[in-house]
């Protein structure tokens, strides 16, 4: 312990109350004493408490100095102090300390704090998803400050990072583009375009606001310990009931599996039926309900070699241990379920009646122009071809459109409960829709490594002489998009877009609550010194 003690992040805001807030941060050595020092002049101090991740690791695939060849722990300690006694509105200066076992400290910076805010509250909400390291994330979030100033809170409807058990992903992957480093700006990711290098640190937004999240397929980890690597060990995941069978005695979690890293470092609100998994929360005049709507992203590719969406690779027909079984949806959400009945109470709650804004937040797409949405959100129906002896020669997967959980049940429910928007993200694009009866629809997740539109010539990768409708173009539930409003981007030919999918121009929207307008905003990083483009308003009912 010769060299200076370092803080693995700035300190962030989680859980608000009436009069609370809870801040948290992260070290990499245990240390005597962690606190906050608050109020004016700092004089107020609480402690933290302290805990150890228990599945963070890196592997040959981390980008840090001297990578392990296979998947080793890394030790981090996460620090969580409450500080109470807090007026809503007023904004109080803090900053964390830590000690370490040698008795030496390290500071953060001072930032601010405030508790809950009250009903009537004029806020500024940044809508956000699928960061996952991406090329343009902090340019994106650097841009939200330059553009918009401080936001309020931050909603994110999944996808923090990729592999969840990494942890490089979240605090300082060598790249520069890391979770945490994005949201605190701390982020140092350049960009490069004919010559001109640019390098972007993201902002300082999550130090001030609370982050509100939901979970998205790159928030689970799969059977542990199988593979040789943190990337095999994520697409291993099987469903619960396949892990019973296979692994009977054993941990079903750790056979199938898990939540566990995204659970540990957040503090999220809990319902008692779903954890921090689903939830609901209000926020100033929001009440924001939180679903765990997302399955396993599988290959659509029909080539021998994959598991994919909609068939097993031929080198494992023989073995079902190795089998992916499809799309896997990790939540029940079907009508009847712990889930959607406990939707359906929260849709019947005086809190949630009484909300001037009523906003549902999940991850997997009911309306979008991107590829993620096929085939229909349900569980994979699977069929076993055999030869005349008995012999496995396929296994493929169908999936009836008129079961799409989320049109059949969770939209419905929605619709008549008077939600005005429905946040989600998964397709790495923006484009958005309006329900006849007038619910809005929207995807803002452009920040790189997006797979285009299914729009005009470009289709989506399906199979076909299946049984099942696969749709290659268009929404596949039916929907038109929404032309932007204000300056919608042009094709070659002209014609106006009513999306954005760019690796090149990176899209964030902001929701006002003093006005119920939601803004989306484009920059292209192509062009540094150019200004950001509003170009989509549309105002909530």
């Not at 006694?85 to 601010?112: A, C, K």
């Not at 690597?229 to 005695?249: C, K």
């Not at 406990?342 to 909300?355: D, H, I, M, P, R």
Request: hydrophobic share 35%; glycine share 6%; with cysteine.
């Amino acid at each position: 312990m010769t060299s200076a003690p370092q803080l693995l992040t700035d300190p962030f805001l989680q859980l608000p109350t009436a009069n609370s807030v809870r801040v948290v941060w992260f070290t990499e050595f245990a240390g005597q004493q962690h606190q906050v020092n608050y109020g004016d002049n700092l004089q107020q101090r609480v402690v933290a408490t302290t805990t150890k991740l228990s599945r963070t690791r890196e592997d040959q695939n981390s980008y840090i100095p001297n990578p392990p060849q296979k998947p080793v722990n890394r030790d981090i300690w996460r620090h969580e102090a409450e500080v109470t006694g807090l007026t809503p509105g007023v904004r109080v200066n803090y900053r964390v300390t830590s000690i370490r076992e040698d008795g030496q400290s390290i500071s953060s910076d001072v930032f601010t704090l405030t508790s809950k805010p009250q009903p009537n509250t004029p806020l500024k909400i940044l809508l956000t998803s699928d960061h996952q390291l991406k090329p343009m994330t902090a340019a994106n979030l650097q841009k939200v400050v330059e553009t918009v100033g401080r936001v309020d809170a931050v909603l994110f409807a999944g996808d923090l990072v990729n592999v969840p058990d990494r942890a490089s992903e979240w605090f300082d992957d060598l790249r520069g583009k890391a979770f945490f480093p994005g949201l605190q700006g701390r982020a140092s990711y350049e960009m490069e375009y004919k010559g001109v290098k640019t390098t972007y640190t993201g902002a300082n937004i999550i130090q001030h606001a609370p982050m509100y999240t939901c979970i998205g397929n790159h928030e689970v980890m799969g059977r542990l310990a199988r593979t040789d690597s943190l990337d095999g060990e994520f697409n291993d995941t099987i469903p619960r009931d396949v892990a019973q069978r296979l692994y009977s005695g054993k941990s079903l979690i750790d056979h199938s599996f898990n939540t566990y890293t995204y659970e540990e470092i957040l503090t999220l609100p809990q319902s008692q039926e779903g954890g921090k998994k689903y939830y609901a929360v209000t926020f100033g005049d929001v009440r924001l309900v939180v679903l765990y709507i997302t399955n396993m992203w599988r290959t659509p590719k029909l080539d021998a070699v994959y598991n994919g969406r909609y068939k097993e690779a031929e080198s494992n027909l023989n073995q079902p241990e190795n089998w992916g079984y499809g799309q896997i949806i990790y939540e029940p959400i079907a009508q009847g379920s712990q889930q959607y009945n406990w939707l359906e109470t929260e849709l019947n709650s005086l809190e949630f009646q009484q909300a001037k804004y009523k906003i549902v937040m999940f991850h997997h797409p009911p309306h979008t122009l991107g590829d993620n949405i096929v085939p229909a959100y349900t569980d994979p129906v699977q069929i076993i071809e055999r030869d005349a002896e008995g012999k496995i020669k396929a296994v493929r997967y169908e999936y009836p459109k008129q079961s799409d959980y989320i049109i059949r049940d969770v939209i419905p429910l929605l619709e008549s409960a008077q939600v005005q928007l429905v946040f989600y993200g998964h397709s790495h694009l923006w484009n958005r829709f309006i329900s006849p009866s007038g619910m809005h629809f929207l995807e803002t997740s452009n920040v790189g490594n997006s797979y285009g539109a299914a729009w005009g010539d470009k289709k989506r990768e399906v199979p076909f002489g299946y049984q099942e409708e696969y749709t290659a173009i268009d929404d596949p539930n039916g929907l038109e998009p929404v032309l932007p409003t204000i300056i919608p981007l042009v094709d070659q030919n002209g014609q106006s877009l009513p999306y954005v999918a760019s690796n090149d121009i990176t899209v964030f929207s902001i929701f006002e609550t003093a006005t119920g307008t939601i803004s989306s905003y484009r920059f292209d990083t192509r062009k540094p010194d150019s200004e950001v483009v509003k170009f989509d308003e549309f105002k909530l009912k």
